[in-house]
Structures are given as C-alpha cells and as structure tokens.
T-cell receptor, first 114, second 111 residues
Framework: DVKVTQSSRYLVKRTGEKVFLECVQD?????MFWYRQDPGLGLRLIYF???????EKGDIPEGYSVSREKKERFSLILESASTNQTSMYLC?????????????FGPGTRLTVT | GDSVTQMEGPVTLSEEAFLTINCTYT??????LFWYVQYPGEGLQLLLK?????DKGSNKGFEATYRKETTSFHLEKGSVQVSDSAVYFC??????????FGSGTRLQVQP
C-alpha cells in the first residue's frame, strides 16, 4: 500500500521560530511536492522537487525553503514563522517523467503560528 | 496562466439524490484533468482522471467527461450516500508544472 507520511498532524509554533515539516514517501517516487491548503483558496503549490537536491519554486515560495537530500524525504522549512503561515500543509509525491501522473498525498500538518 | 474554477459550496443533498459539481478550466495546450477527494481528517486522494478530450473518468459511481469545447470537467453521481460527504477538488496539469487546483467544493449528504 502506497504511503506518504508527515512528521506531525498538529504543530504550534511561535512567531519567529524556525519550523521544519518533514515528509517521507515509500514508493520510490521521483517527484515530491509541498502545498498549503486554505479555506476558499484550495491548494497552492509552495515548492516541488523532481530529483534529489533539485527543486523548483511554486506559486507561493516566499517565506519558505525546502531540502531534499534523499529521494524519499522532502522537508519544508519556515525560516522565521509568521502568523500568516498558519495553515494546513500537504505533502505529495508522484512518479517521475511527467507531472501529469497521479499524486499521492500525506494526511497533512495543521500548523498554528502564535 | 492555468486556472480551475469550481462551484462554491457547501452543497447539501439528501441521500440518493443526484450530484453535479461544476468545474471549468483555463489552460494552454491540452491538460490532463483530475478530481481529488478529501475525506474529513485525511489527505487528498485521486477519485478519477481524464487525459484527452471526450475521455470519461469513472470511479466509485462518480463520473466526469473531458469537454474540450466547453473547457469543463463536471463531476456527477447518480445516487449519493452519506459516506460521500467530503471536499472535492478539480485539478489540471499540462505537464509543465505541478497540479493546479480549484478552491474545492464541500459536499454534505444528509440521511
């Protein structure tokens, strides 16, 4: 059974803290993605990676960075958390070669920044 | 740029009612189209997809037909169940970047 796991379901951090969100997939997928989900806005792409150490900015990369040192792991970093980064964060992965392949999602991390 | 427009929710139906959730898109080229579903407390999962014009995707009683002439991919089900209560997302991909999602439509089915 395919699986994408995220390190935390719920997280509460203070303004200015550095925050790490971890995502691990066990399907040997080349592509991995980070989205944030906000009511009325759907999912917006923050960053994606199509190979180890490779990354591309999505629609809303400001205030975020990513790291992909191993194929199965893709980390999202909030360098200095702010209250407007309170959101649900979803990680996904897919096969490489095409961005039209099905994406498999993790359960999400609900981050609250106070 | 690419975009997806979905009808706003929530959509509230009684069990066994007919469901339609409208989805229209704007994209250059010939996108692949998807419906994803998010059940309460879970991540998204693929419900169905279509990769070219006039294709019909289907799964779990849900159907959607890729209509190039109207740039639409409406989701339908003939008889909804309480267990279908979820948020439904329409999405597209042109292959040049990751998925572009609509804003989501919440479906509530009452017994």
């Amino acid at each position: 059974d395919v699986k994408v796991t995220q390190s935390s379901r719920y997280l509460v951090k203070r303004t200015g803290e550095k925050v790490f969100l971890e995502c691990v997939q066990d399907m040997d997928h080349e592509n991995m993605f980070w989205y944030r989900q906000d009511p009325g806005l759907g999912l917006r792409l923050i960053y994606f990676s199509y190979d180890v150490k490779m990354k591309e900015k999505g629609d809303i990369p400001e205030g975020y960075s990513v790291s992909r040192e191993k194929k199965e792991r893709f980390s999202l970093i909030l360098e200095s958390a702010s209250t407007n980064q309170t959101s649900m964060y979803l990680c996904a992965s897919s096969l490489g070669g095409s961005l039209t392949y099905e994406q498999y999602f993790g359960p999400g991390t609900r981050l609250t920044v106070t | 740029g690419d975009s997806v427009t979905q009808m706003e929710g929530p959509v509230t139906l009684s069990e066994e009612a007919f469901l339609t959730i409208n989805c229209t898109y704007t994209a250059t080229g010939y996108p692949s189209l998807f419906w994803y579903v998010q059940y309460p407390g879970e991540g998204l999962q693929l419900l169905l997809k279509a990769t070219k014009a006039d294709d019909k995707g289907s799964n779990k009683g849900f159907e959607a037909t890729y209509r190039k002439e109207t740039t639409s991919f409406h989701l339908e089900k003939g008889s909804v169940q309480v267990s279908d209560s979820a948020v439904y997302f329409c999405a597209l991909s042109t292959g040049r970047r990751a998925l572009t999602f609509g804003s989501g439509t919440r479906l509530q089915v009452q017994p």
